[in-house]
């Protein structure tokens, strides 16, 4: 039986588990029949009929189950308002591509067209947006409010490289630094699959031939370099800030010299290291046995100041990759302070709840004007 004459018509996601489904039906066809006219097998008349009910039932069921299951393998997320097409940001914040129009780059490993929508479970009794198979990356470039600081934060939301919280962990963010004159930055990078990632298919974790998170966050840390007189920022005091996974991009990029891909244009002969990192809940840094840093992350003598928040009931990802990646910078000697409450879950961004660690914020405030990013009388 051959599901693209059985369903006439089916979301996008599905196309990409079709294969894996046809395998099933011609399974399915071998072992048990289908009620479909394609195979029926050899049983009596009368019990024909209700042999293809049930065989129907059943098969449609493990079907049903089998296209939830690889649909949600694919960074096909359950959205609520559902719009197919590229998030823009608001219509006052300038977004870029960051790669040159006609400039041929990877697409992740899993297709799909870019869509965005509302997440069905809330964070501080609201909703978040999400933004899921981006295959043309951007960022969206909010200006400083008030006196300019000269500072600038490069925000990586997460999604655990399959989707990007893009209000959450980032455009929230911005409303928070703007304020204090730091000119914010939202990096809308290629997803799914696009760096370390759990996959649903093996029951495991993966890492892509291909490191395009990565990839995208040096291209745009050149980027702002490059645009640095453009944009009135300070080329020398320009951070990262990420959050789950994109705090593993934090540290990716923190600790890559070279390019991860051929240099494109003048922006690529920047400095893509930040002159500062906030590492917010980060996955994908810590294994066993103990305290052992992930094997893919190399700690470099040039590591910029980093400043680590989790809370240490953190459900998703464990407290230990913050304090793995800690010990490592320690043991390296790169500056570093990290901040760990008993509470506060993951996924909290800049959002006020009854939660102390929601205060995150004046510590990373304090914490930049230490390193002289910011003025205390900024």
């Not at 297709?111 to 933004?131: N, Q």
């Not at 007189?229 to 789950?244: E, M, N, R």
Request: net charge positive.
């Amino acid at each position: 039986m051959k599901l693209r004459r059985f369903f006439h018509w089916r979301p996008p996601a599905l196309n990409r588990c079709l294969p894996l489904l046809e395998s099933v039906v011609a399974l399915q066809n071998r072992t048990l029949g289908i009620w479909s006219g394609y195979h029926v097998p050899t049983i009596g008349t009368s019990q024909r009929g209700d042999m293809k009910k049930v065989e129907w039932f059943g098969f449609a069921a493990a079907l049903l189950s089998l296209s939830a299951t690889c649909m949600s393998a694919t960074g096909t997320e359950d959205l609520v308002n559902r719009q197919h097409g590229a998030w823009q940001p608001a219509a006052s914040v300038e977004q870029i591509p960051i790669w040159p129009e006609g400039l041929s780059i990877a697409r992740p490993a899993i297709p799909g067209d870019e869509a965005f929508g509302t997440s069905k479970g809330l964070i501080a009794s609201r909703p978040v947006t999400l933004v899921e198979h981006v295959n043309r990356p951007t960022m969206s470039i909010y200006r400083p409010r008030g006196k300019n600081t000269g500072a600038a934060v490069l925000v990586f939301p997460g999604g655990g490289y399959r989707a990007l919280a893009i209000d959450l962990e980032g455009t929230e963010v911005c409303d928070w630094l703007v304020v204090k004159g730091i000119t914010c930055v939202v990096l809308k990078y290629r997803v799914p699959a696009s760096g370390p990632y759990w996959s649903d298919e093996c029951n495991c974790r993966q890492i892509p031939a291909v490191p395009l998170a990565l990839q995208d966050a040096q291209r745009a840390m050149g980027l702002l370099r490059e645009l640095a007189a453009t944009l009135a920022i300070d080329p020398h005091k320009i951070g990262v800030l990420g959050f789950s996974a994109g705090g593993r991009m934090v540290a990716d990029v923190s600790n890559t010299t070279a390019r991860s891909y051929p240099l494109v244009d003048a922006a690529d002969r920047q400095s893509s290291r930040p002159d500062f990192a906030m590492v917010l809940y980060p996955g994908h840094l810590w294994k066993n046995p103990g305290l052992t840093l992930d094997p893919s992350v190399k700690i470099d003598p040039g590591c910029p100041p980093t400043l680590i928040v989790q809370a240490g009931d953190d459900p998703k990802d464990d407290v230990r990759h913050s304090l793995t990646y800690y010990l490592a910078l320690r043991q390296a000697k790169i500056p570093v302070e990290m901040h760990l409450y008993a509470e506060g879950g993951h996924a909290f961004g800049v959002r006020k709840s009854s939660a102390a660690i929601t205060n995150w914020p004046v510590l990373a405030e304090k914490w930049m004007t230490s390193l002289g990013v910011v003025r205390s009388t900024d």
